[in-house]
């Protein structure tokens, strides 16, 4: 996609709809990360400085993981869990990094948004009357970011700070999945950024919830070839399925890394690689049956489905999982080792 061609286009709304898409509710995914909360922010404030349109944020879930925790209440950031009901009476719909038929958001079912922002691989049955869809860069903030620089827009500094921060995290700064126009936009906020409050942002004080996720995410790692991965049981917040996935990620050798846990009757499963090559996406929907359930990128996956049943119905699905996973890859389950047990 040639850079600035999703910024034209959405510049082009906002200038000729303007108030006629007053008010504006913009929908992230469920549980957002900092890239949907600092592209949502951006969104809202172009939409609000050249459309003079009136908008609100909302999210379905919570904002778990302490980091973004850190980053809505540090920033002010204007974002607000979605009331009972809400969306079924709003006049004018955007959704950001995400999708309408992806299961991770609350968009009403044959609900065709104003608009759509991702840079997730389009799905077969998207439609939005204006679809900004960029799969060649590594976070949805960079497709406003272009936006913002087309118009020209002053950017507050605490925007500036969410926008840094959710492109970076988005990118692990810039080493995951990042483009030159991740980079360029990075880059051309990071001096209008406060430090400090990135440095807070990055380093929060975190819940014993989280040790306890972190000690047997460790403690109950398994290894088989150049994969590692790990059952987490029952998790306070789905967030915490990729914290821990990219954290086994980083043991020396490993090429995979693939975490199941269970949340709201539902079984949560990110998929890591550090081959940009890899295809995780495309395997995760695969290993979660299709349709809807899951997808991502080269290197990063996530999806969830629902489980019925008792404990032998969830540990089946779990381990079905990840043996699928190591005969897409294969391994032999045989070979699964635990070094992190006594």
Same mark, same amino acid.
């Given at each position: 996609m040639r850079p600035g061609f999703h910024a034209r286009r959405l510049l082009k709304l906002l200038n000729e709809r303007g108030r006629s898409l007053s008010p504006l509710t913009i929908l992230t995914h469920d549980h957002p990360d900092p890239d949907a909360l600092a592209s949502a922010w951006a969104l809202e404030h172009l939409a609000r400085t050249i459309g003079k349109i009136r908008c609100r944020i909302v999210y379905g879930g919570m904002i778990g993981r302490a980091e973004n925790r850190m980053m809505a209440e540090r920033l002010h950031l204007p974002a607000h869990p979605l009331r009972h009901g809400e969306l079924a009476g709003v006049r004018h719909l955007a959704l950001v990094d995400t999708q309408p038929p992806f299961r991770n958001n609350r968009c009403p079912p044959?609900?065709?948004?104003?608009?759509?922002?991702?840079?997730? +691989? #389009?799905?077969? *049955? $998207?439609?939005?009357?204006?679809?900004?869809?960029?799969?060649?860069?590594?976070?949805?903030?960079?497709?406003?970011?272009?936006?913002?620089?087309?118009?020209?827009?002053?950017? +507050? #500094?605490?925007? *500036? $700070?969410?926008?840094?921060?959710?492109?970076?995290?988005e990118t692990q700064n810039l080493g995951r999945e990042a483009t030159a126009r991740d980079m360029d936009a990075y880059q051309a906020f990071w001096p209008r950024a406060h430090m400090r409050t990135l440095w807070r942002i990055s380093y929060p004080q975190r819940s014993e919830q989280f040790f306890i996720a972190v000690a047997r995410g460790i403690r109950d790692a398994f290894v088989v070839g150049r994969a590692i991965g790990v059952h987490l049981g029952e998790v306070g917040t789905p967030d915490r399925v990729a914290q821990i996935a990219d954290f086994l990620l980083t043991l020396e050798k490993m090429r995979w890394s693939i975490v199941t846990a269970r949340y709201q009757g539902r079984l949560h499963v990110s998929l890591r690689a550090n081959d940009p090559g890899a295809g995780a996406g495309r395997l995760l929907k695969r290993l979660l049956g299709g349709g809807n359930r899951g997808g991502g990128h080269a290197m990063i996956a996530g999806g969830s489905v629902e489980v019925k049943g008792d404990e032998a119905d969830w540990r089946e699905r779990e381990d079905k999982v990840v043996a699928d996973f190591l005969a897409s890859q294969d391994l032999d389950p045989i070979e699964r080792r635990w070094p992190f047990r006594n």
């Open positions: 044959r609900r065709i948004p104003d608009l759509l922002v991702d840079h997730h +691989p #389009r799905h077969d *049955a $998207t439609q939005s009357d204006l679809a900004l869809i960029d799969e060649s860069v590594g976070a949805t903030t960079t497709i406003l970011v272009e936006a913002l620089l087309a118009s020209g827009v002053r950017v +507050p #500094r605490r925007l *500036a $700070t969410a926008i840094v921060y959710g492109i970076g995290s």
